[in-house]
């Protein structure tokens, strides 16, 4: 308009009783971003003299929405400090009007195009399972130029194998757990030949493990007369909830949601009755995993208990270990104890035996041989969810000496070759006398006998040793073999 050509000096130059307000200009940023603060000014050149002029901002034909206020006296530019939200955005503008005055004309200012920049990330899903594809978008509005930056958790995350970055979006391919949490882009652009950083919202992604085959297993609880198994069903992963489904063959006999990955239900059941297969179902929502199908049997502890052993031997064939086998003849949930001295073994590290427990129904005591594992041995067999069911082996003394003592089959064994020998030597001579040959039975015992005596010998000391009792023994062979 022609008055704003005037300075503003001249203004003084009309009338007071003709006032006119020129047309005001307004200033600031084209581009901004939000939760952002800057300042917008609004300036008059033409004004009267004397009056308080009211400043207002607006968005242009939006008069009901007043985004900002600031009054000049004597032509003081107006300043309107704006913290950005997205309804700024569009086309701006000042009106100026004569605050106590109605006979001046309010003036408009010409529009200001205002881009309000807001950094949204988005995802189409914000929940799925694992495998699939996770995208990304970091949103600034169309048009504006900017580089990005991708957070995790708080944490820059870069480009891997399965994560690329690709403008304006983020893409992970094969995703697993590991790729849930909060994600947030960051925009940079420079503006006003500044740079600016803006951080967008936050968008939780979480990302699913499927659940995994579960597996079963279960326990016998006796409660006064009534016993019931309680079976637990486990998956190693998968996020949960879970719901597990336990069926007998086709029959649904418990359903529960956890939010865990582990499970137990309680089956009432009898002892030694076949109660069906049991399977476990587990899933969470993307899948079925099924447990392998498990025989509800509980076979209650049955004697007879046995007990038997076995050794290892060291140097000079001496007994260093021995091997105690404990088994009951029936039994699906066998608890074994071994005693020594009637006194309980308990399973204790470190010290000088140890128990393995074998499936279904044995258990084996090692030892060491030494002074302290001289003593009667036993074990008992009982029942894991009752322990009045204990039932004994017979006992079995051990020490040193019984475990290096000749075994009595051996020298069995020996005597009844040798009874062999002179059977058959003495046949020999029979059949030499009917042929005169009679002075052949000396000769041909010595020579059968005296190597025989060093062969028994040779082997009675390596596999007796010294001890007083086989070189009786010993002597007693030798002296019957003379
Ligand atoms: C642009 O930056 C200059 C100086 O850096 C500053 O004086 C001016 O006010 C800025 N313009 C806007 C619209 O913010
Ligand atoms: C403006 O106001 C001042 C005092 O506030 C007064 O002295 C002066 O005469 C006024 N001028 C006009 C043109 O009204
Ligand atoms: C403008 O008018 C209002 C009443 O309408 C009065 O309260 C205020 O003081 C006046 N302001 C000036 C600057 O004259
Ligand atoms: C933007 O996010 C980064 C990373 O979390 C952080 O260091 C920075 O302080 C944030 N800036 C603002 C303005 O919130
Ligand atoms: C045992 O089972 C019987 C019959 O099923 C029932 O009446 C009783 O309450 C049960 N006892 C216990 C301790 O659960
Ligand atoms: C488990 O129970 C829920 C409600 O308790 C039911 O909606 C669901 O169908 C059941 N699942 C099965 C496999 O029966
Ligand atoms: C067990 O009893 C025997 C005697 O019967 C004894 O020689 C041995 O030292 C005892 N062993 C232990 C470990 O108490
Ligand atoms: C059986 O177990 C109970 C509880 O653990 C215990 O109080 C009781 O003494 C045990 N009985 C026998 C014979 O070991």
């Known amino acids: 308009s022609a008055f704003s050509l005037f300075p503003s000096g001249l203004s003084s130059c009309y009338e007071d009783n003709n006032p006119v307000l020129g047309r005001p200009q307004l200033f600031g940023p084209s581009e901004a971003l939000v939760k952002k603060a800057l300042d917008f000014y609004c300036e008059l050149s033409v004004y009267p003299k004397n009056e308080t002029i009211l400043l207002q901002l607006f968005r242009e034909g939006d008069r009901s929405k007043l985004l900002g206020v600031s009054t000049s006296l004597d032509g003081a530019r107006g300043v309107f400090p704006i913290l950005f939200k997205t309804f700024h955005d569009g086309n701006l503008e000042c009106v100026a009007s004569a605050q106590n ?103 939780n992604i979480t990302v699913k493990d499927v659940v995994s085959t579960p597996s079963i297993s279960f326990n016998v609880l006796k409660e006064d007369w009534n016993y019931s198994a309680l079976l637990s069903c486990h998956s190693q992963r998968g996020t949960p909830p879970v719901t597990f489904t ?16 582990s499970t137990t239900f309680t089956v009432p059941i009898e002892l030694g009755k076949h109660m069906g297969w049991l399977q476990c179902r587990a899933d969470n929502g993307d899948q079925t995993a099924y447990s392998h199908w498990m ?10 208990v046995t007990l038997h052993y076995d050794y290892d031997t060291g140097q000079n064939y001496a007994v260093v270990g021995v091997r105690f086998y404990c088994n009951a003849s029936k039994g699906s949930h066998v608890k074994f104890e071994w005693f020594l001295n009637k006194t309980l073994l308990p399973d204790v590290p470190g010290s000088f ?130």
């Open 295 to 304: 025989p509800l049997l509980v076979e209650p502890v049955q004697g007879p």
């Open 101 to 203: 005055n109605t006979s001046v004309e309010p003036s408009v200012s010409s529009v200001h195009r205002l881009r309000v920049i807001e950094v949204r990330v988005s995802s189409e899903k914000t929940e799925f399972f694992e495998g699939s594809t996770l995208e990304l978008r970091c949103d600034l509005g169309e048009g504006t130029y900017a580089t990005y930056k991708w957070f995790l958790d708080g944490k820059q995350i870069s480009e891997t194998r399965y994560r690329y970055f690709n403008e304006s979006f983020l893409q992970v391919f094969r995703t697993s757990s590991k790729d849930s949490g909060s994600y947030m882009c960051m925009a940079q652009n420079s503006y006003n030949k500044t740079i600016f950083h803006s951080n967008s919202s936050v968008v």
């Open 353 to 482: 035996y140890r128990v393995v427990d074998e499936a279904p129904a044995r258990s084996i005591l090692l030892f060491t041989v030494g002074r302290s594992s001289a003593g009667t041995y036993h074990c008992e067999a009982s029942d894991e969810f009752d322990n009045t069911t204990a039932i004994s082996s017979r006992r079995k003394y051990l020490d040193k000496e019984v475990l290096n003592r000749l075994p009595d089959v051996v020298v069995a064994v020996v005597f009844g070759c040798f009874s062999l020998m002179i059977i058959m030597v003495c046949v020999c001579c029979g059949i030499s006398i009917v042929y005169s040959k009679i002075s052949c039975f000396t000769s041909e015992m010595k020579k059968m006998t005296a190597a025989y005596e060093e062969d028994l010998a040779s082997y009675l000391l390596s596999e007796v040793g010294s001890t007083q009792l086989h070189l009786l023994k010993y002597m007693y062979l030798s002296n019957f073999l003379k």
């Open 246 to 261: 336990l069926y007998n063959r086709d029959e649904l006999i418990g359903n529960t949601t956890e939010e865990d990955r």
